[in-house]
């Protein structure tokens, strides 16, 4: 058996990625029962086809917030993964997959199979990755609860999945001894959306799209300089829509450039595909610090709706053009700017056409069931059939 948990996200927060994960499992294993436990909102944007849901409470306080040690949350997870272990039968071997985590999950993961035998953990590591490049707390405890302490320790019976091969390979440079027991899954694409209608065609206006939080670490600062500088230059046979909702804390972006004023409430799973489908380009102004240690969300709703990139050089982005021409890899802003002028100076529909139909080769290789193979590679010796 294999029990999936969700312990920090609700709602549609990594709702897309992690049913596309969720998919790839149940196609890499067939023979296991799956269990998926999370908040309720979060099961209903899961849309689980035949896999059963199990709605738990989250921990209240942090959320979003993964590297901080507090013992209230551990105390927390760990009692949600013993009452899921509760209803497996005693001797039927069991997974525990955590989509996500957080420092202290890791270890509540470990004392539960502990104390279950049988029982094998599964840590999903994504953006909470990122904890490793900040400051460690002086707290001895706490220090010994943290990130760069779980990744260190010599876990038997537990292993660490990471996302894309790039960053595994920031991780052998930044935590050494976790190396050993971690594997690579790439993000599947969520099978659930893919959309029925052919690609679009490149006819004016031309319309680009930042998809996802309006962060610093998404480059919407870049997004929008690009915007002012396009509109000034093209008026309307140029357009920009940012897909996504901005940072409640901070000032809405500047919407005096783009098709619709960006809110800080996350948009309804329909109204962003519906969106998505109309755009003709996804810009991605990723930074490189943050997304060397996270898989793009955004790059897989790019691939999803035949979107071409038009992207930063980071590694994640990189192994996508192995495929062929899917966009544009730039190396800064400025090269950005030229590749869209161009596009908007000289439109080449026959190019464009190559790059979705390009882009159908990519998102068949990312399918759910091409990832169940790999995910099923990995569980042969780690977890019985």
Same mark, same amino acid.
């Given at each position: 058996?294999?029990?999936?948990?969700?312990?920090?996200?609700?709602?549609?927060?990594?709702?897309?990625?992690?049913?596309?994960?969720? !998919?790839?499992?149940?196609?890499?294993?067939? +023979? !296991?029962?799956?269990?998926?436990?999370?908040?309720?909102?979060?099961?209903?944007?899961?849309?689980?086809?035949?896999?059963?849901?199990?709605?738990?409470?989250?921990?209240?306080?942090? !959320?979003?917030?993964?590297?901080?040690?507090?013992?209230?949350?551990?105390?927390?997870?760990?009692?949600?993964?013993?009452?899921?272990? #509760?209803?497996?039968?005693?001797? +039927?071997?069991?997974?525990?997959?955590?989509?996500?985590?957080?420092?202290?999950?890791?270890?509540?993961?470990?004392?539960?199979?502990?104390?279950?035998?049988?029982?094998?953990?599964?840590?999903?590591?994504?953006?909470?990755?990122?904890?490793?490049?900040?400051?460690?707390?002086?707290?001895?405890?706490?220090?010994?609860?943290?990130?760069?302490?779980?990744?260190?320790?010599?876990?038997?019976?537990?292993?660490?999945?990471?996302?894309?091969?790039?960053?595994?390979?920031?991780?052998?440079?930044?935590?050494?001894?976790?190396?050993?027991?971690?594997?690579?899954?790439?993000?599947?694409?969520?099978?659930? +959306?893919?959309?029925?209608?052919?690609?679009?065609?490149?006819?004016?206006?031309?319309?680009?799209?930042?998809?996802? !939080?309006?962060?610093?670490?998404?480059?919407?600062?870049?997004?929008?300089?690009? #915007?002012?500088?396009?509109?000034?230059?093209?008026?309307?046979?140029?357009?920009?829509?940012?897909?996504?909702?901005?940072?409640?804390?901070?000032?809405?972006?500047?919407?005096?450039?783009?098709?619709?004023?960006?809110?800080?409430?996350?948009?309804?799973?329909?109204?962003?595909?519906?969106?998505?489908?109309?755009? %003709?380009?996804?810009?991605?102004?990723?930074?490189?610090?943050?997304?060397?240690?996270?898989?793009?969300?955004?790059?897989?709703?790019?691939?999803?709706?035949?979107?071409?990139?038009?992207?930063?050089?980071?590694?994640?982005?990189?192994?996508?053009?192995?495929?062929?021409?899917?966009? %544009?890899?730039?190396?800064? +802003?400025?090269?950005?700017?030229?590749?869209?002028?161009?596009?908007?100076?000289?439109?080449?529909?026959?190019?464009?056409?190559?790059?979705?139909?390009?882009?159908?080769?990519?998102?068949?290789?990312?399918?759910?069931?091409?990832?169940?193979?790999?995910?099923?590679?990995?569980?042969?010796?780690?977890?019985?059939?």
């Amino acid at each position: 058996m294999i029990l999936v948990f969700e312990m920090n996200w609700s709602g549609t927060v990594h709702a897309p990625g992690n049913a596309a994960t969720i !998919q790839a499992i149940a196609a890499g294993c067939p +023979e !296991q029962e799956i269990r998926v436990f999370a908040e309720p909102g979060h099961l209903r944007e899961l849309r689980l086809d035949g896999i059963a849901g199990h709605p738990i409470a989250l921990y209240p306080h942090f !959320q979003g917030r993964p590297g901080i040690v507090a013992w209230g949350r551990l105390r927390h997870e760990f009692a949600l993964l013993r009452a899921a272990l #509760a209803g497996v039968p005693r001797d +039927e071997p069991c997974l525990l997959m955590l989509l996500s985590t957080t420092s202290t999950a890791i270890f509540a993961a470990a004392l539960a199979a502990r104390l279950r035998p049988g029982t094998r953990v599964q840590i999903g590591l994504h953006g909470d990755l990122n904890e490793l490049t900040g400051g460690r707390s002086r707290h001895p405890l706490r220090r010994a609860f943290d990130l760069h302490a779980a990744m260190a320790r010599p876990w038997r019976h537990l292993r660490f999945l990471v996302l894309e091969d790039a960053i595994r390979d920031e991780l052998a440079r930044l935590a050494p001894a976790a190396l050993p027991r971690t594997d690579v899954l790439p993000l599947p694409i969520n099978a659930t +959306e893919l959309p029925a209608e052919s690609a679009a065609t490149l006819a004016p206006p031309i319309r680009f799209g930042f998809v996802g !939080q309006a962060t610093e670490a998404k480059g919407i600062g870049s997004f929008l300089a690009i #915007a002012r500088a396009m509109k000034a230059r093209h008026g309307a046979a140029a357009e920009f829509d940012v897909i996504g909702r901005g940072d409640p804390r901070r000032k809405p972006p500047d919407a005096t450039d783009l098709i619709a004023s960006v809110g800080t409430d996350y948009l309804s799973r329909a109204e962003f595909t519906r969106r998505l489908a109309s755009l %003709h380009y996804v810009i991605l102004p990723l930074q490189g610090a943050y997304y060397r240690l996270a898989a793009s969300g955004a790059l897989l709703d790019a691939v999803t709706w035949l979107k071409p990139v038009i992207a930063g050089r980071v590694p994640i982005v990189e192994p996508w053009f192995v495929h062929g021409d899917v966009g %544009h890899l730039c190396i800064d +802003e400025a090269d950005m700017l030229t590749a869209i002028d161009a596009i908007l100076t000289r439109p080449e529909p026959t190019r464009y056409a190559t790059q979705t139909t390009t882009l159908r080769i990519a998102r068949d290789a990312r399918s759910p069931a091409a990832t169940g193979q790999r995910y099923a590679a990995l569980m042969r010796g780690f977890f019985p059939p």
